[in-house]
């Protein structure tokens, strides 16, 4: 039981360091840490260097004391920033300059790619003190990438509430609200008075990030209502909480709801925190902005990614092999469509033979019908990522996509109809490219519509290689009607 003159709380956050800077001043920073590394070199030899390696520039020694108070004054999300922007050798220079206080922190702001690289020159008492800087929600963001004797070694360091937490925030899945939540949280009784709040919250050096309510909760732990700072500060102190406090808050989650379903509430009610109940509708964690965003900015990278048909974040200065292995998949699914429309065209060489104005035109109707295909299939996907597309829509959208494909075809294809007119002399050329261009809009925009909303249907990415796709049709389609139709009409 929990004495009323002791509120229940959750444990103390951890001190964050600095604050966020303009973009300009964050430039700035980088191009002074970037000239600090280019003012001296010292060439380092091939036997001295990591294999993977072969030769390091590094800044001469005078130069590191300088380097190293600029890193000391930054925040850590801005150190990764600078590292993100660093070639590898010298990336791994600054990266030892940091103190290893800090480690933990800068490793969680820095994408998944980087941090891999940053990891693979850490000893593993160097990653165990890292990792143990962290609270259990971010050492759970950290473990998959860490060696699995690195995650014991810290495991068996925590204490049996921070290991539940562990073992908790590690069983949801990657994108519910369990693997985002934070077990950080200040939660008080319902039958205190707001002086004792008052009084209890003083003990604290600060309260966690985003606090801007406290959670009021019965005898077991229960959720029962929320009390705002606002309201804890503007009320006479010798009222009960349960006398200000809002009843059974409207919005709350649990463990196992969608992170994307959570990140839209916060947005549509302009949230800054949230509680997360469990089955029996006691708290245990609570989602704040700052996870909402970062989990909105991943997806929307990993969204930029697929579209662009890449496996994964790539570090821009990765090796040669590893850029490889993440790119090589879709651009052998681009050959082979590369290689369909050629077939496409090599089928119609008569009638390019025949009508060299063919050849000049082809490529026209193909660029709009893949640009067109590409907007579809962007608002599709962004539809479906904000849940307002259900498959019960299908035939609605098919008919406004086409409706949409339709008059383009007739104001773009009638325009691109008089241009080959006039250029050419052939009124039945300009009529086949009018007749081309609507057809291979048409076929755009029902794939721009099918592509996305088929792949989720079977369980897939509807952005994963999106763009590839209708690339690869429409190019193939658009060559196969404009010639089809001009072997038909005009030869």
Known sequence: ?????????????????????????????????????????????????????????????????????????????????????????????VWDLVKAERDGEILLEVSDAVRESLIETMAPHELKAAAETLDADELADLAPDLPPEVIQDVFQSLSNDEREQLRAAMSYPEESVGA????????????ITLEVVLRYLRRFDELPDHTDKLFVIDRDEHLVGILTLESLL???PERPVSEVMRCE?????????????AAQAFERYDLVSAPVVDRNHRVIGRL???DVVDFIREESEAEILSHAGLREEEDVFASVWDSVKNRWAWLAINLVTAFVASRVIGAFEGSIEKLVALAALMPIVAGIGGNSGNQTITMIVRAIATGQIEESALKRLMKKEAGVALFNGLVWGGLLGVLSWWLYHSVSLGLVMTAAMMLNLLLAACAGVLIPILRQRFGGDPAVGSSVMI???TDSGGFFIFLGLATLFLL
Do not use: C
């Not at 840490?33 to 001295?48: H, P």
């Open 471 to 473: 690339t690869a049709l």
């Open 234 to 236: 503007i009320t006479d």
């Open 249 to 261: 808050p409207k919005i709350s989650f649990t463990p196992d709801d969608d992170a994307g379903d």
């Open 288 to 290: 704040t902005v700052a």
């Open 180 to 191: 985002l939540m934070d077990f950080d949280l200040v939660t008080v009784r319902e039958d």
């Open 1 to 93: 039981m929990i004495p009323e003159e002791n509120p229940h709380t959750g444990e103390r956050p951890q001190t964050a360091e600095g604050g966020g800077m303009h973009p300009d001043e964050l430039q700035q920073h980088l191009r002074e840490v970037q000239d600090l590394l280019a003012r001296s070199r010292v060439y380092v030899t091939e036997d001295e260097a990591p294999e993977e390696v072969p030769a390091l520039v590094l800044p001469a020694p005078e130069h590191a004391g300088a380097l190293r108070a600029r890193l000391d004054a930054l925040h850590p999300a801005d150190i990764a920033y600078i590292l993100e922007a660093l070639p590898l050798q010298e990336r791994r220079y």
